[in-house]
């Protein structure tokens, strides 16, 4: 069945393309990952929707199936909780509002730190603007590759762990949106949202605000992903089950920005099958010539 559909092999459904904080154009992306033997992708850029024509092209050209996505900032009490949508109408007013308002956001707080930094140290906002592509959702990991050109930092990893901390002295956070209404604006936008990497270490919500995710429509967790504890994807698991919900699992690739590789982890066929039934805000884009 999931032959006909265009969706055979194994699914890799979180990836970053340099829209947001990957490394790579959104076709080279779907390039790798199809090297890495996957055959369903999506395109899953931090609070833009900018790659998908260009992902969406590459994926079908190389035989994929691919599904639209996003990974939407959103904050829940005072945990960062990062959801990612598939197959939503990027037009849908509420969700589109909700996302512009992030990315304004996420430039204004950027050039707050670079001004912070930049009482310290040798940097400038140029060089963050020399280190992504226009247009692209700006975070710290541009900021990060901006120390690094400047020999501030060695990689992304070691400018997280100093100079971009948020315990540091220059961090600025940024408005996100709140997560159930994120939750409500992307059912509403026809999509399906997806808890990311939940039980990373200190993202774990309580059960009480999970209950209230899923009563306010999240359609799953991500209970693969190399940041999870053992722990915390045991006890995913048995919620999912409890209440039906999808589980995914993916890689999170970031190019050369993340040592994430594409299908470390994977998503089955069937629960590919549940996220396309369930969206309804775009279109899956399947491999040319089927
Ligand atoms: P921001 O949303 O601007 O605060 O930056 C957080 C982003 O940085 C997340 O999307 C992560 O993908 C990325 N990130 C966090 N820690 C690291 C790290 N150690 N190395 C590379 N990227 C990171
Ligand atoms: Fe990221
Ligand atoms: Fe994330
Ligand atoms: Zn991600």
Redesign the pocket.
């Known amino acids: 069945m999931a032959a006909e559909r265009g969706f055979e092999g194994p699914a890799d459904l979180h990836l970053h393309s340099h829209e947001s ?1 990957g490394t790579q154009s959104p076709a080279a992306v779907m390039e790798a990952v199809h090297r890495h033997g996957i055959r369903t992708s999506a395109l899953t850029d ?1 609070d833009t929707t900018s790659g998908w024509a260009e992902a969406a092209e590459a994926a079908a050209s190389l035989g994929m199936t691919f599904l639209p996505g996003m990974e939407l ?1 959103t904050t829940t009490g005072w945990r960062s909780v990062h959801l990612l949508a598939y197959l939503f109408d990027p037009d849908a007013p509420g969700l589109r509002a909700e996302v512009r308002r992030i990315r304004e956001a ?1 430039l204004g707080r950027a050039a707050r730190i670079v001004r912070n930094i930049s009482r310290d140290y040798d940097l400038t906002w140029d060089d963050v603007v020399a280190a992504h592509q226009e247009g692209a959702t700006i ?3 541009h900021i990060a590759d901006a120390l690094v050109a400047r020999g501030l930092a060695r990689d ?2 070691d400018a ?1 762990d100093g100079i971009l901390h948020p315990g540091g002295d220059y961090y600025v956070g940024h408005y996100t949106a709140d997560s159930l209404n994120a939750v409500r604006l992307i059912v509403e936008a026809g999509g399906v949202p997806i808890f990311a990497h939940p039980a990373a270490r200190g993202r774990m919500l309580p059960p009480d605000v999970l209950d209230e995710l899923i009563a306010a429509g999240l359609a799953g967790f991500e209970v693969g992903h190399r940041e999870n504890t053992a722990a915390g994807r045991r006890s995913l698991e048995r919620l999912a089950a409890h209440h039906d919900l999808i589980v995914t699992g993916s890689s999170d690739y ?1 190019g050369a ?2 040592p994430n590789l594409p299908g470390e982890h994977t998503t089955s066929d069937d629960m590919v099958q549940r996220i396309i039934e369930r969206g309804t805000g775009s279109a899956p884009v399947y491999p040319s010539g089927r």
């Open positions: 904080d931090h900032s996420r975070g710290r990991p992304r990893t997280f970031h920005g993340k």
